[in-house]
């Protein structure tokens, strides 16, 4: 990996279409100077050609910084390139990690929402996604040509069980978003136990642990356990551990 001024680069040919900066994007960025690498071709006089996404290029400028990481694919053939170039579309769970891992550098979800500008019910939202079993981020990811973010914020408040129940329901049934939403308040199945919403004290409660450590948290009613979602970034970890006031030393 090497670093180029970005006065260097330029798009070209296999250049995507300009994606439009997310708020959770840029006040990540600014709060971290963190690019993601851009791939390049190399061009005469130490100039390059950005070769798919240039928004790390944008995100660059945006932020005030003089240099970015580039990654060299001068070795791949014109049909990869081309292949490099078509728009890759952000999945919905991972937007809402993005605004999670950002919501993390600020002191609450309203100094997030005040400095982006992003409003209170998408950062809540986002984080309820972010927070969400692994089993059911699989089961979502497994399915993405019937399971979309509308019918995930409706059963993001259930427990996991439930989540993953309605779920499968959403798939082998074809449910809309409001489909869903009656099938979850007017199910009576015999053969199926109801599905448990989560009290609005214990999402409430969440919410005030999460502002207070600066990570997402979520209580599992089933077994009485207070679940820290640091995602194993030790960074995150840290920055929690020191918040509650603990110390290595």
Request: charged share 20%; with cysteine.
């Amino acid at each position: 990996m090497q670093q180029i001024d970005i006065d260097r680069l330029q798009c070209g040919a296999y250049t995507s279409q300009r994606e439009r900066l997310s708020p959770a994007l840029l006040a990540q960025a600014k709060a971290t100077g963190l690019i993601q690498p851009v791939l390049v071709r190399t061009l005469a006089e130490g100039d390059a050609e950005i070769v798919g996404s240039p928004q790390s290029w944008y995100l660059a400028q945006q932020i005030g910084v003089d240099k970015i990481p580039v990654i060299p694919v001068d070795h791949l053939a014109p049909p990869a390139l081309q292949t490099l170039a078509k728009p890759a579309t952000a999945h919905f769970l991972d937007r809402a990690d993005q605004i999670a891992q950002a919501c993390h550098h600020y002191r609450s979800q309203a100094a997030y929402s005040h400095a982006t500008g992003m409003p209170r019910s998408v950062i809540c939202n986002a984080l309820r996604i972010h927070q969400l079993p692994e089993t059911t981020r699989v089961l979502i990811r497994d399915h993405p040509d019937t399971i979309k973010e509308g019918h995930v914020k409706v059963i993001a408040r259930l427990e996991s069980g439930a989540q993953r129940f309605f779920l499968k329901k959403v798939v082998a049934q074809q449910l809309s978003v409001r489909d869903l939403t009656a099938a979850i308040h007017g199910d009576c199945s015999p053969t199926t136990t109801p599905p448990t919403t989560r009290p609005r004290e214990v999402i409430q409660l969440e919410e005030a642990i999460s502002n207070l450590i600066g990570c997402p948290t979520r209580i599992e009613m089933e077994t009485g356990e207070l679940v820290i979602d640091y995602r194993k970034n030790n960074d995150v970890l840290s920055g929690v551990l020191e918040r509650l006031g603990w110390s290595p030393d």
